[in-house]
């Protein structure tokens, strides 16, 4: 069955500093991978998705995200963190033909230091 | 604009009653979901339909009840049957085949 680890339940970072969101998933064949992000109370946001391709997928509010096939591993990564991206990040893999049925991890809420 | 809502945001029900979320899109999405998130968790499968009068269920269908009678709409009935029913509940479509998700702000279900 597939499934998705997000080792990290809580990760503080300062405000201009670098961000990584470790997200290891299990798959038998080539997954389709996600990134999204909700703030509270919130619905899903997509941040940036990986079908097939180039290995670094760009997204949205200056994220993106690497897949290592080795590593069965997707992790998202910005340069300089902004106030704004405090919130939480779900990582998740698309199952089934089809439907896109995901399987998410439990998430990681980021908090920004001032 | 084109999106999903969901309606209402908030709901209290009292223990035993059934009670239905309601999910609509104007996407034209054929797919629609439900997923629930409780803390630390993060989001569980419910239910999900490919097409109008189609529906399966998820990881964690038992308790809850969908209809899908219009490609527009897939409402959630949570019934007395679910034992911990209190939960944030998530409404998301896509276009069949390999394509991205979209979610719905979500309703809040307190069951007193």
């Known amino acids: 069955a597939q499934s998705v680890t997000q080792p990290d339940i809580h990760i503080t970072v300062s405000e201009g500093a670098s961000l990584e969101l470790r997200c290891n998933y299990s798959y038998g064949a080539t997954p389709y991978l996600f990134w999204y992000v909700q703030s509270p109370g919130q619905g899903l946001q997509l941040l940036l998705k990986y079908f097939s391709g180039d290995t670094l997928v760009q997204g949205i509010k200056g994220f993106e995200a690497e897949f290592k096939r080795s590593q069965s591993s997707f992790n998202l990564r910005k340069p300089s963190v902004h106030w704004s991206d405090a919130a939480e990040y779900f990582c998740?893999?698309?199952?089934?033909?089809?439907?896109?049925?995901?399987?998410f991890g439990q998430g990681t809420r980021l908090t920004i230091n001032p | 604009d084109g999106g999903i809502t969901q309606s209402p945001k908030y709901l209290f029900r009292k223990e035993g009653q059934n009670v239905t979320l309601s999910c609509e899109q104007n996407l034209n999405h054929d797919a629609m979901y439900w997923y629930r998130q409780d803390p630390g968790q993060g989001l569980r499968l419910i239910y999900y339909?490919?097409?109008?009068?189609?529906?399966q269920k998820g990881d964690i269908a038992e308790g809850y009840s969908v209809s899908r009678e219009k490609k527009e709409s897939f409402p959630l009935t949570v019934t007395s049957a679910q034992k911990n029913p209190t939960a944030f509940y998530l409404c998301?479509?896509?276009?069949?085949?390999?394509?991205?998700?979209?979610f719905g702000q979500g309703t809040r279900l307190t069951v007193v």
């Open positions: 339909s490919q097409i109008v009068n189609d529906f």
């Open positions: 998301a479509s896509s276009k069949t085949g390999n394509t991205e998700a979209f």
């Open positions: 998740a893999v698309g199952a089934g033909q089809g439907a896109q049925k995901l399987v």
